[in-house]
């Protein structure tokens, strides 16, 4: 990123002027959510009040990227972060004059829309054979989908006593990657019991996500759920049932997402390679599940893991 990246505008907040790639137009936006100092659901709810949309799903999705956003999602995160008017034209000015040296403007869905998140650019400009050939693809994918769901669907009406890898009796023997939040059964549902923005962990901290209290390892809590090792290179679980699974792409925040992971461990190494908007799940047993999402990963100067996360309970 050049150094005129970096600067300021007249109130100190970060300032687009010297963007020059889009990647770094997205550090800078990424730098205004830090120096706002607000979470992605405050933001929201901003937004909201203002009259423009803006979904924490589809905002962490766009910070998560190093492509230019619509502007419009641009105009209402920069609202939503305070700006007046000259300050929302600063941006979306920046944003045109990148998107014009680096080509047209990609023609995205309105925010929240699936398709925002999941076709690239390159796809939605294409002519229509290579459409058509996508759609074909995107119908396989949909039928794999329906398949997929009605498997949910089977494991979550699963009597108890059998786990998600093969319907063998719990203690038979160990299974590939079974989910730890598999449902017990008797058609119950998942139901949100707490959420909180503007988390922070530093180097041998931990949560309990049940009150939201955040202490030291060394207190030896008992209801922590998870913490970061020293040096804040690992986010491990204290104790089993309790283990973590991290999400292979940025996505809706549903427990759902959670039960159909099938990588689960007792920490996660490699934590400052996590990129922002990535979903963390994490389960102290089969009826309870949090979904963390990064905001900001610890590097080697700052060993602080920043996030927002909701808690659900199956009843």
Known sequence: MSEAANSTGEAGSPDPAGAQTAAEFMEVLRQLKRWTGEGYRQLEKRAGTAGQPLPRSTLTAALARDTLPREDLVVAF??????????VRR???????????????????????VWADLVPPAIRRANWPVRVMVAALV??????????????VRDLTRPAGTDLAGDRPSGAGPATSPSPVAPSGTGDRWVEVRSADNVTLDDEQAIDFDTGTIGHWNDHNPGFDVGLSHRA??????????????????????????????????GIHGLRGIRAGRNICVTTGERRCVMIT??????????????????????
Do not use: K, M, N
């Open 78 to 87: 920069v609202r939503a972060c305070g700006g007046d008017d000259a300050e």
């Open 91 to 113: 941006w979306a000015d920046a944003r045109r004059r990148i998107a014009a040296t680096t080509g047209p403007g990609d023609p995205e869905p309105a925010p929240g829309s």
């Open 139 to 152: 119908a396989v994918v949909a039928i794999t989908v329906v398949a997929a769901v009605a498997s949910t």
């Open 233 to 266: 290179d690992r986010l491990v679980t204290p104790r089993p049932p309790a283990s973590v699974a991290v999400l292979d792409t940025p996505g809706e925040v549903s427990p759902y997402r959670c039960t159909a992971a099938s990588q689960w461990d007792g």
């Open 294 to 315: 990064v905001d900001s990963p610890p590097d080697g100067v700052v060993t602080v893991l920043a996030f927002h996360y909701t808690v659900w309970e199956r009843r």
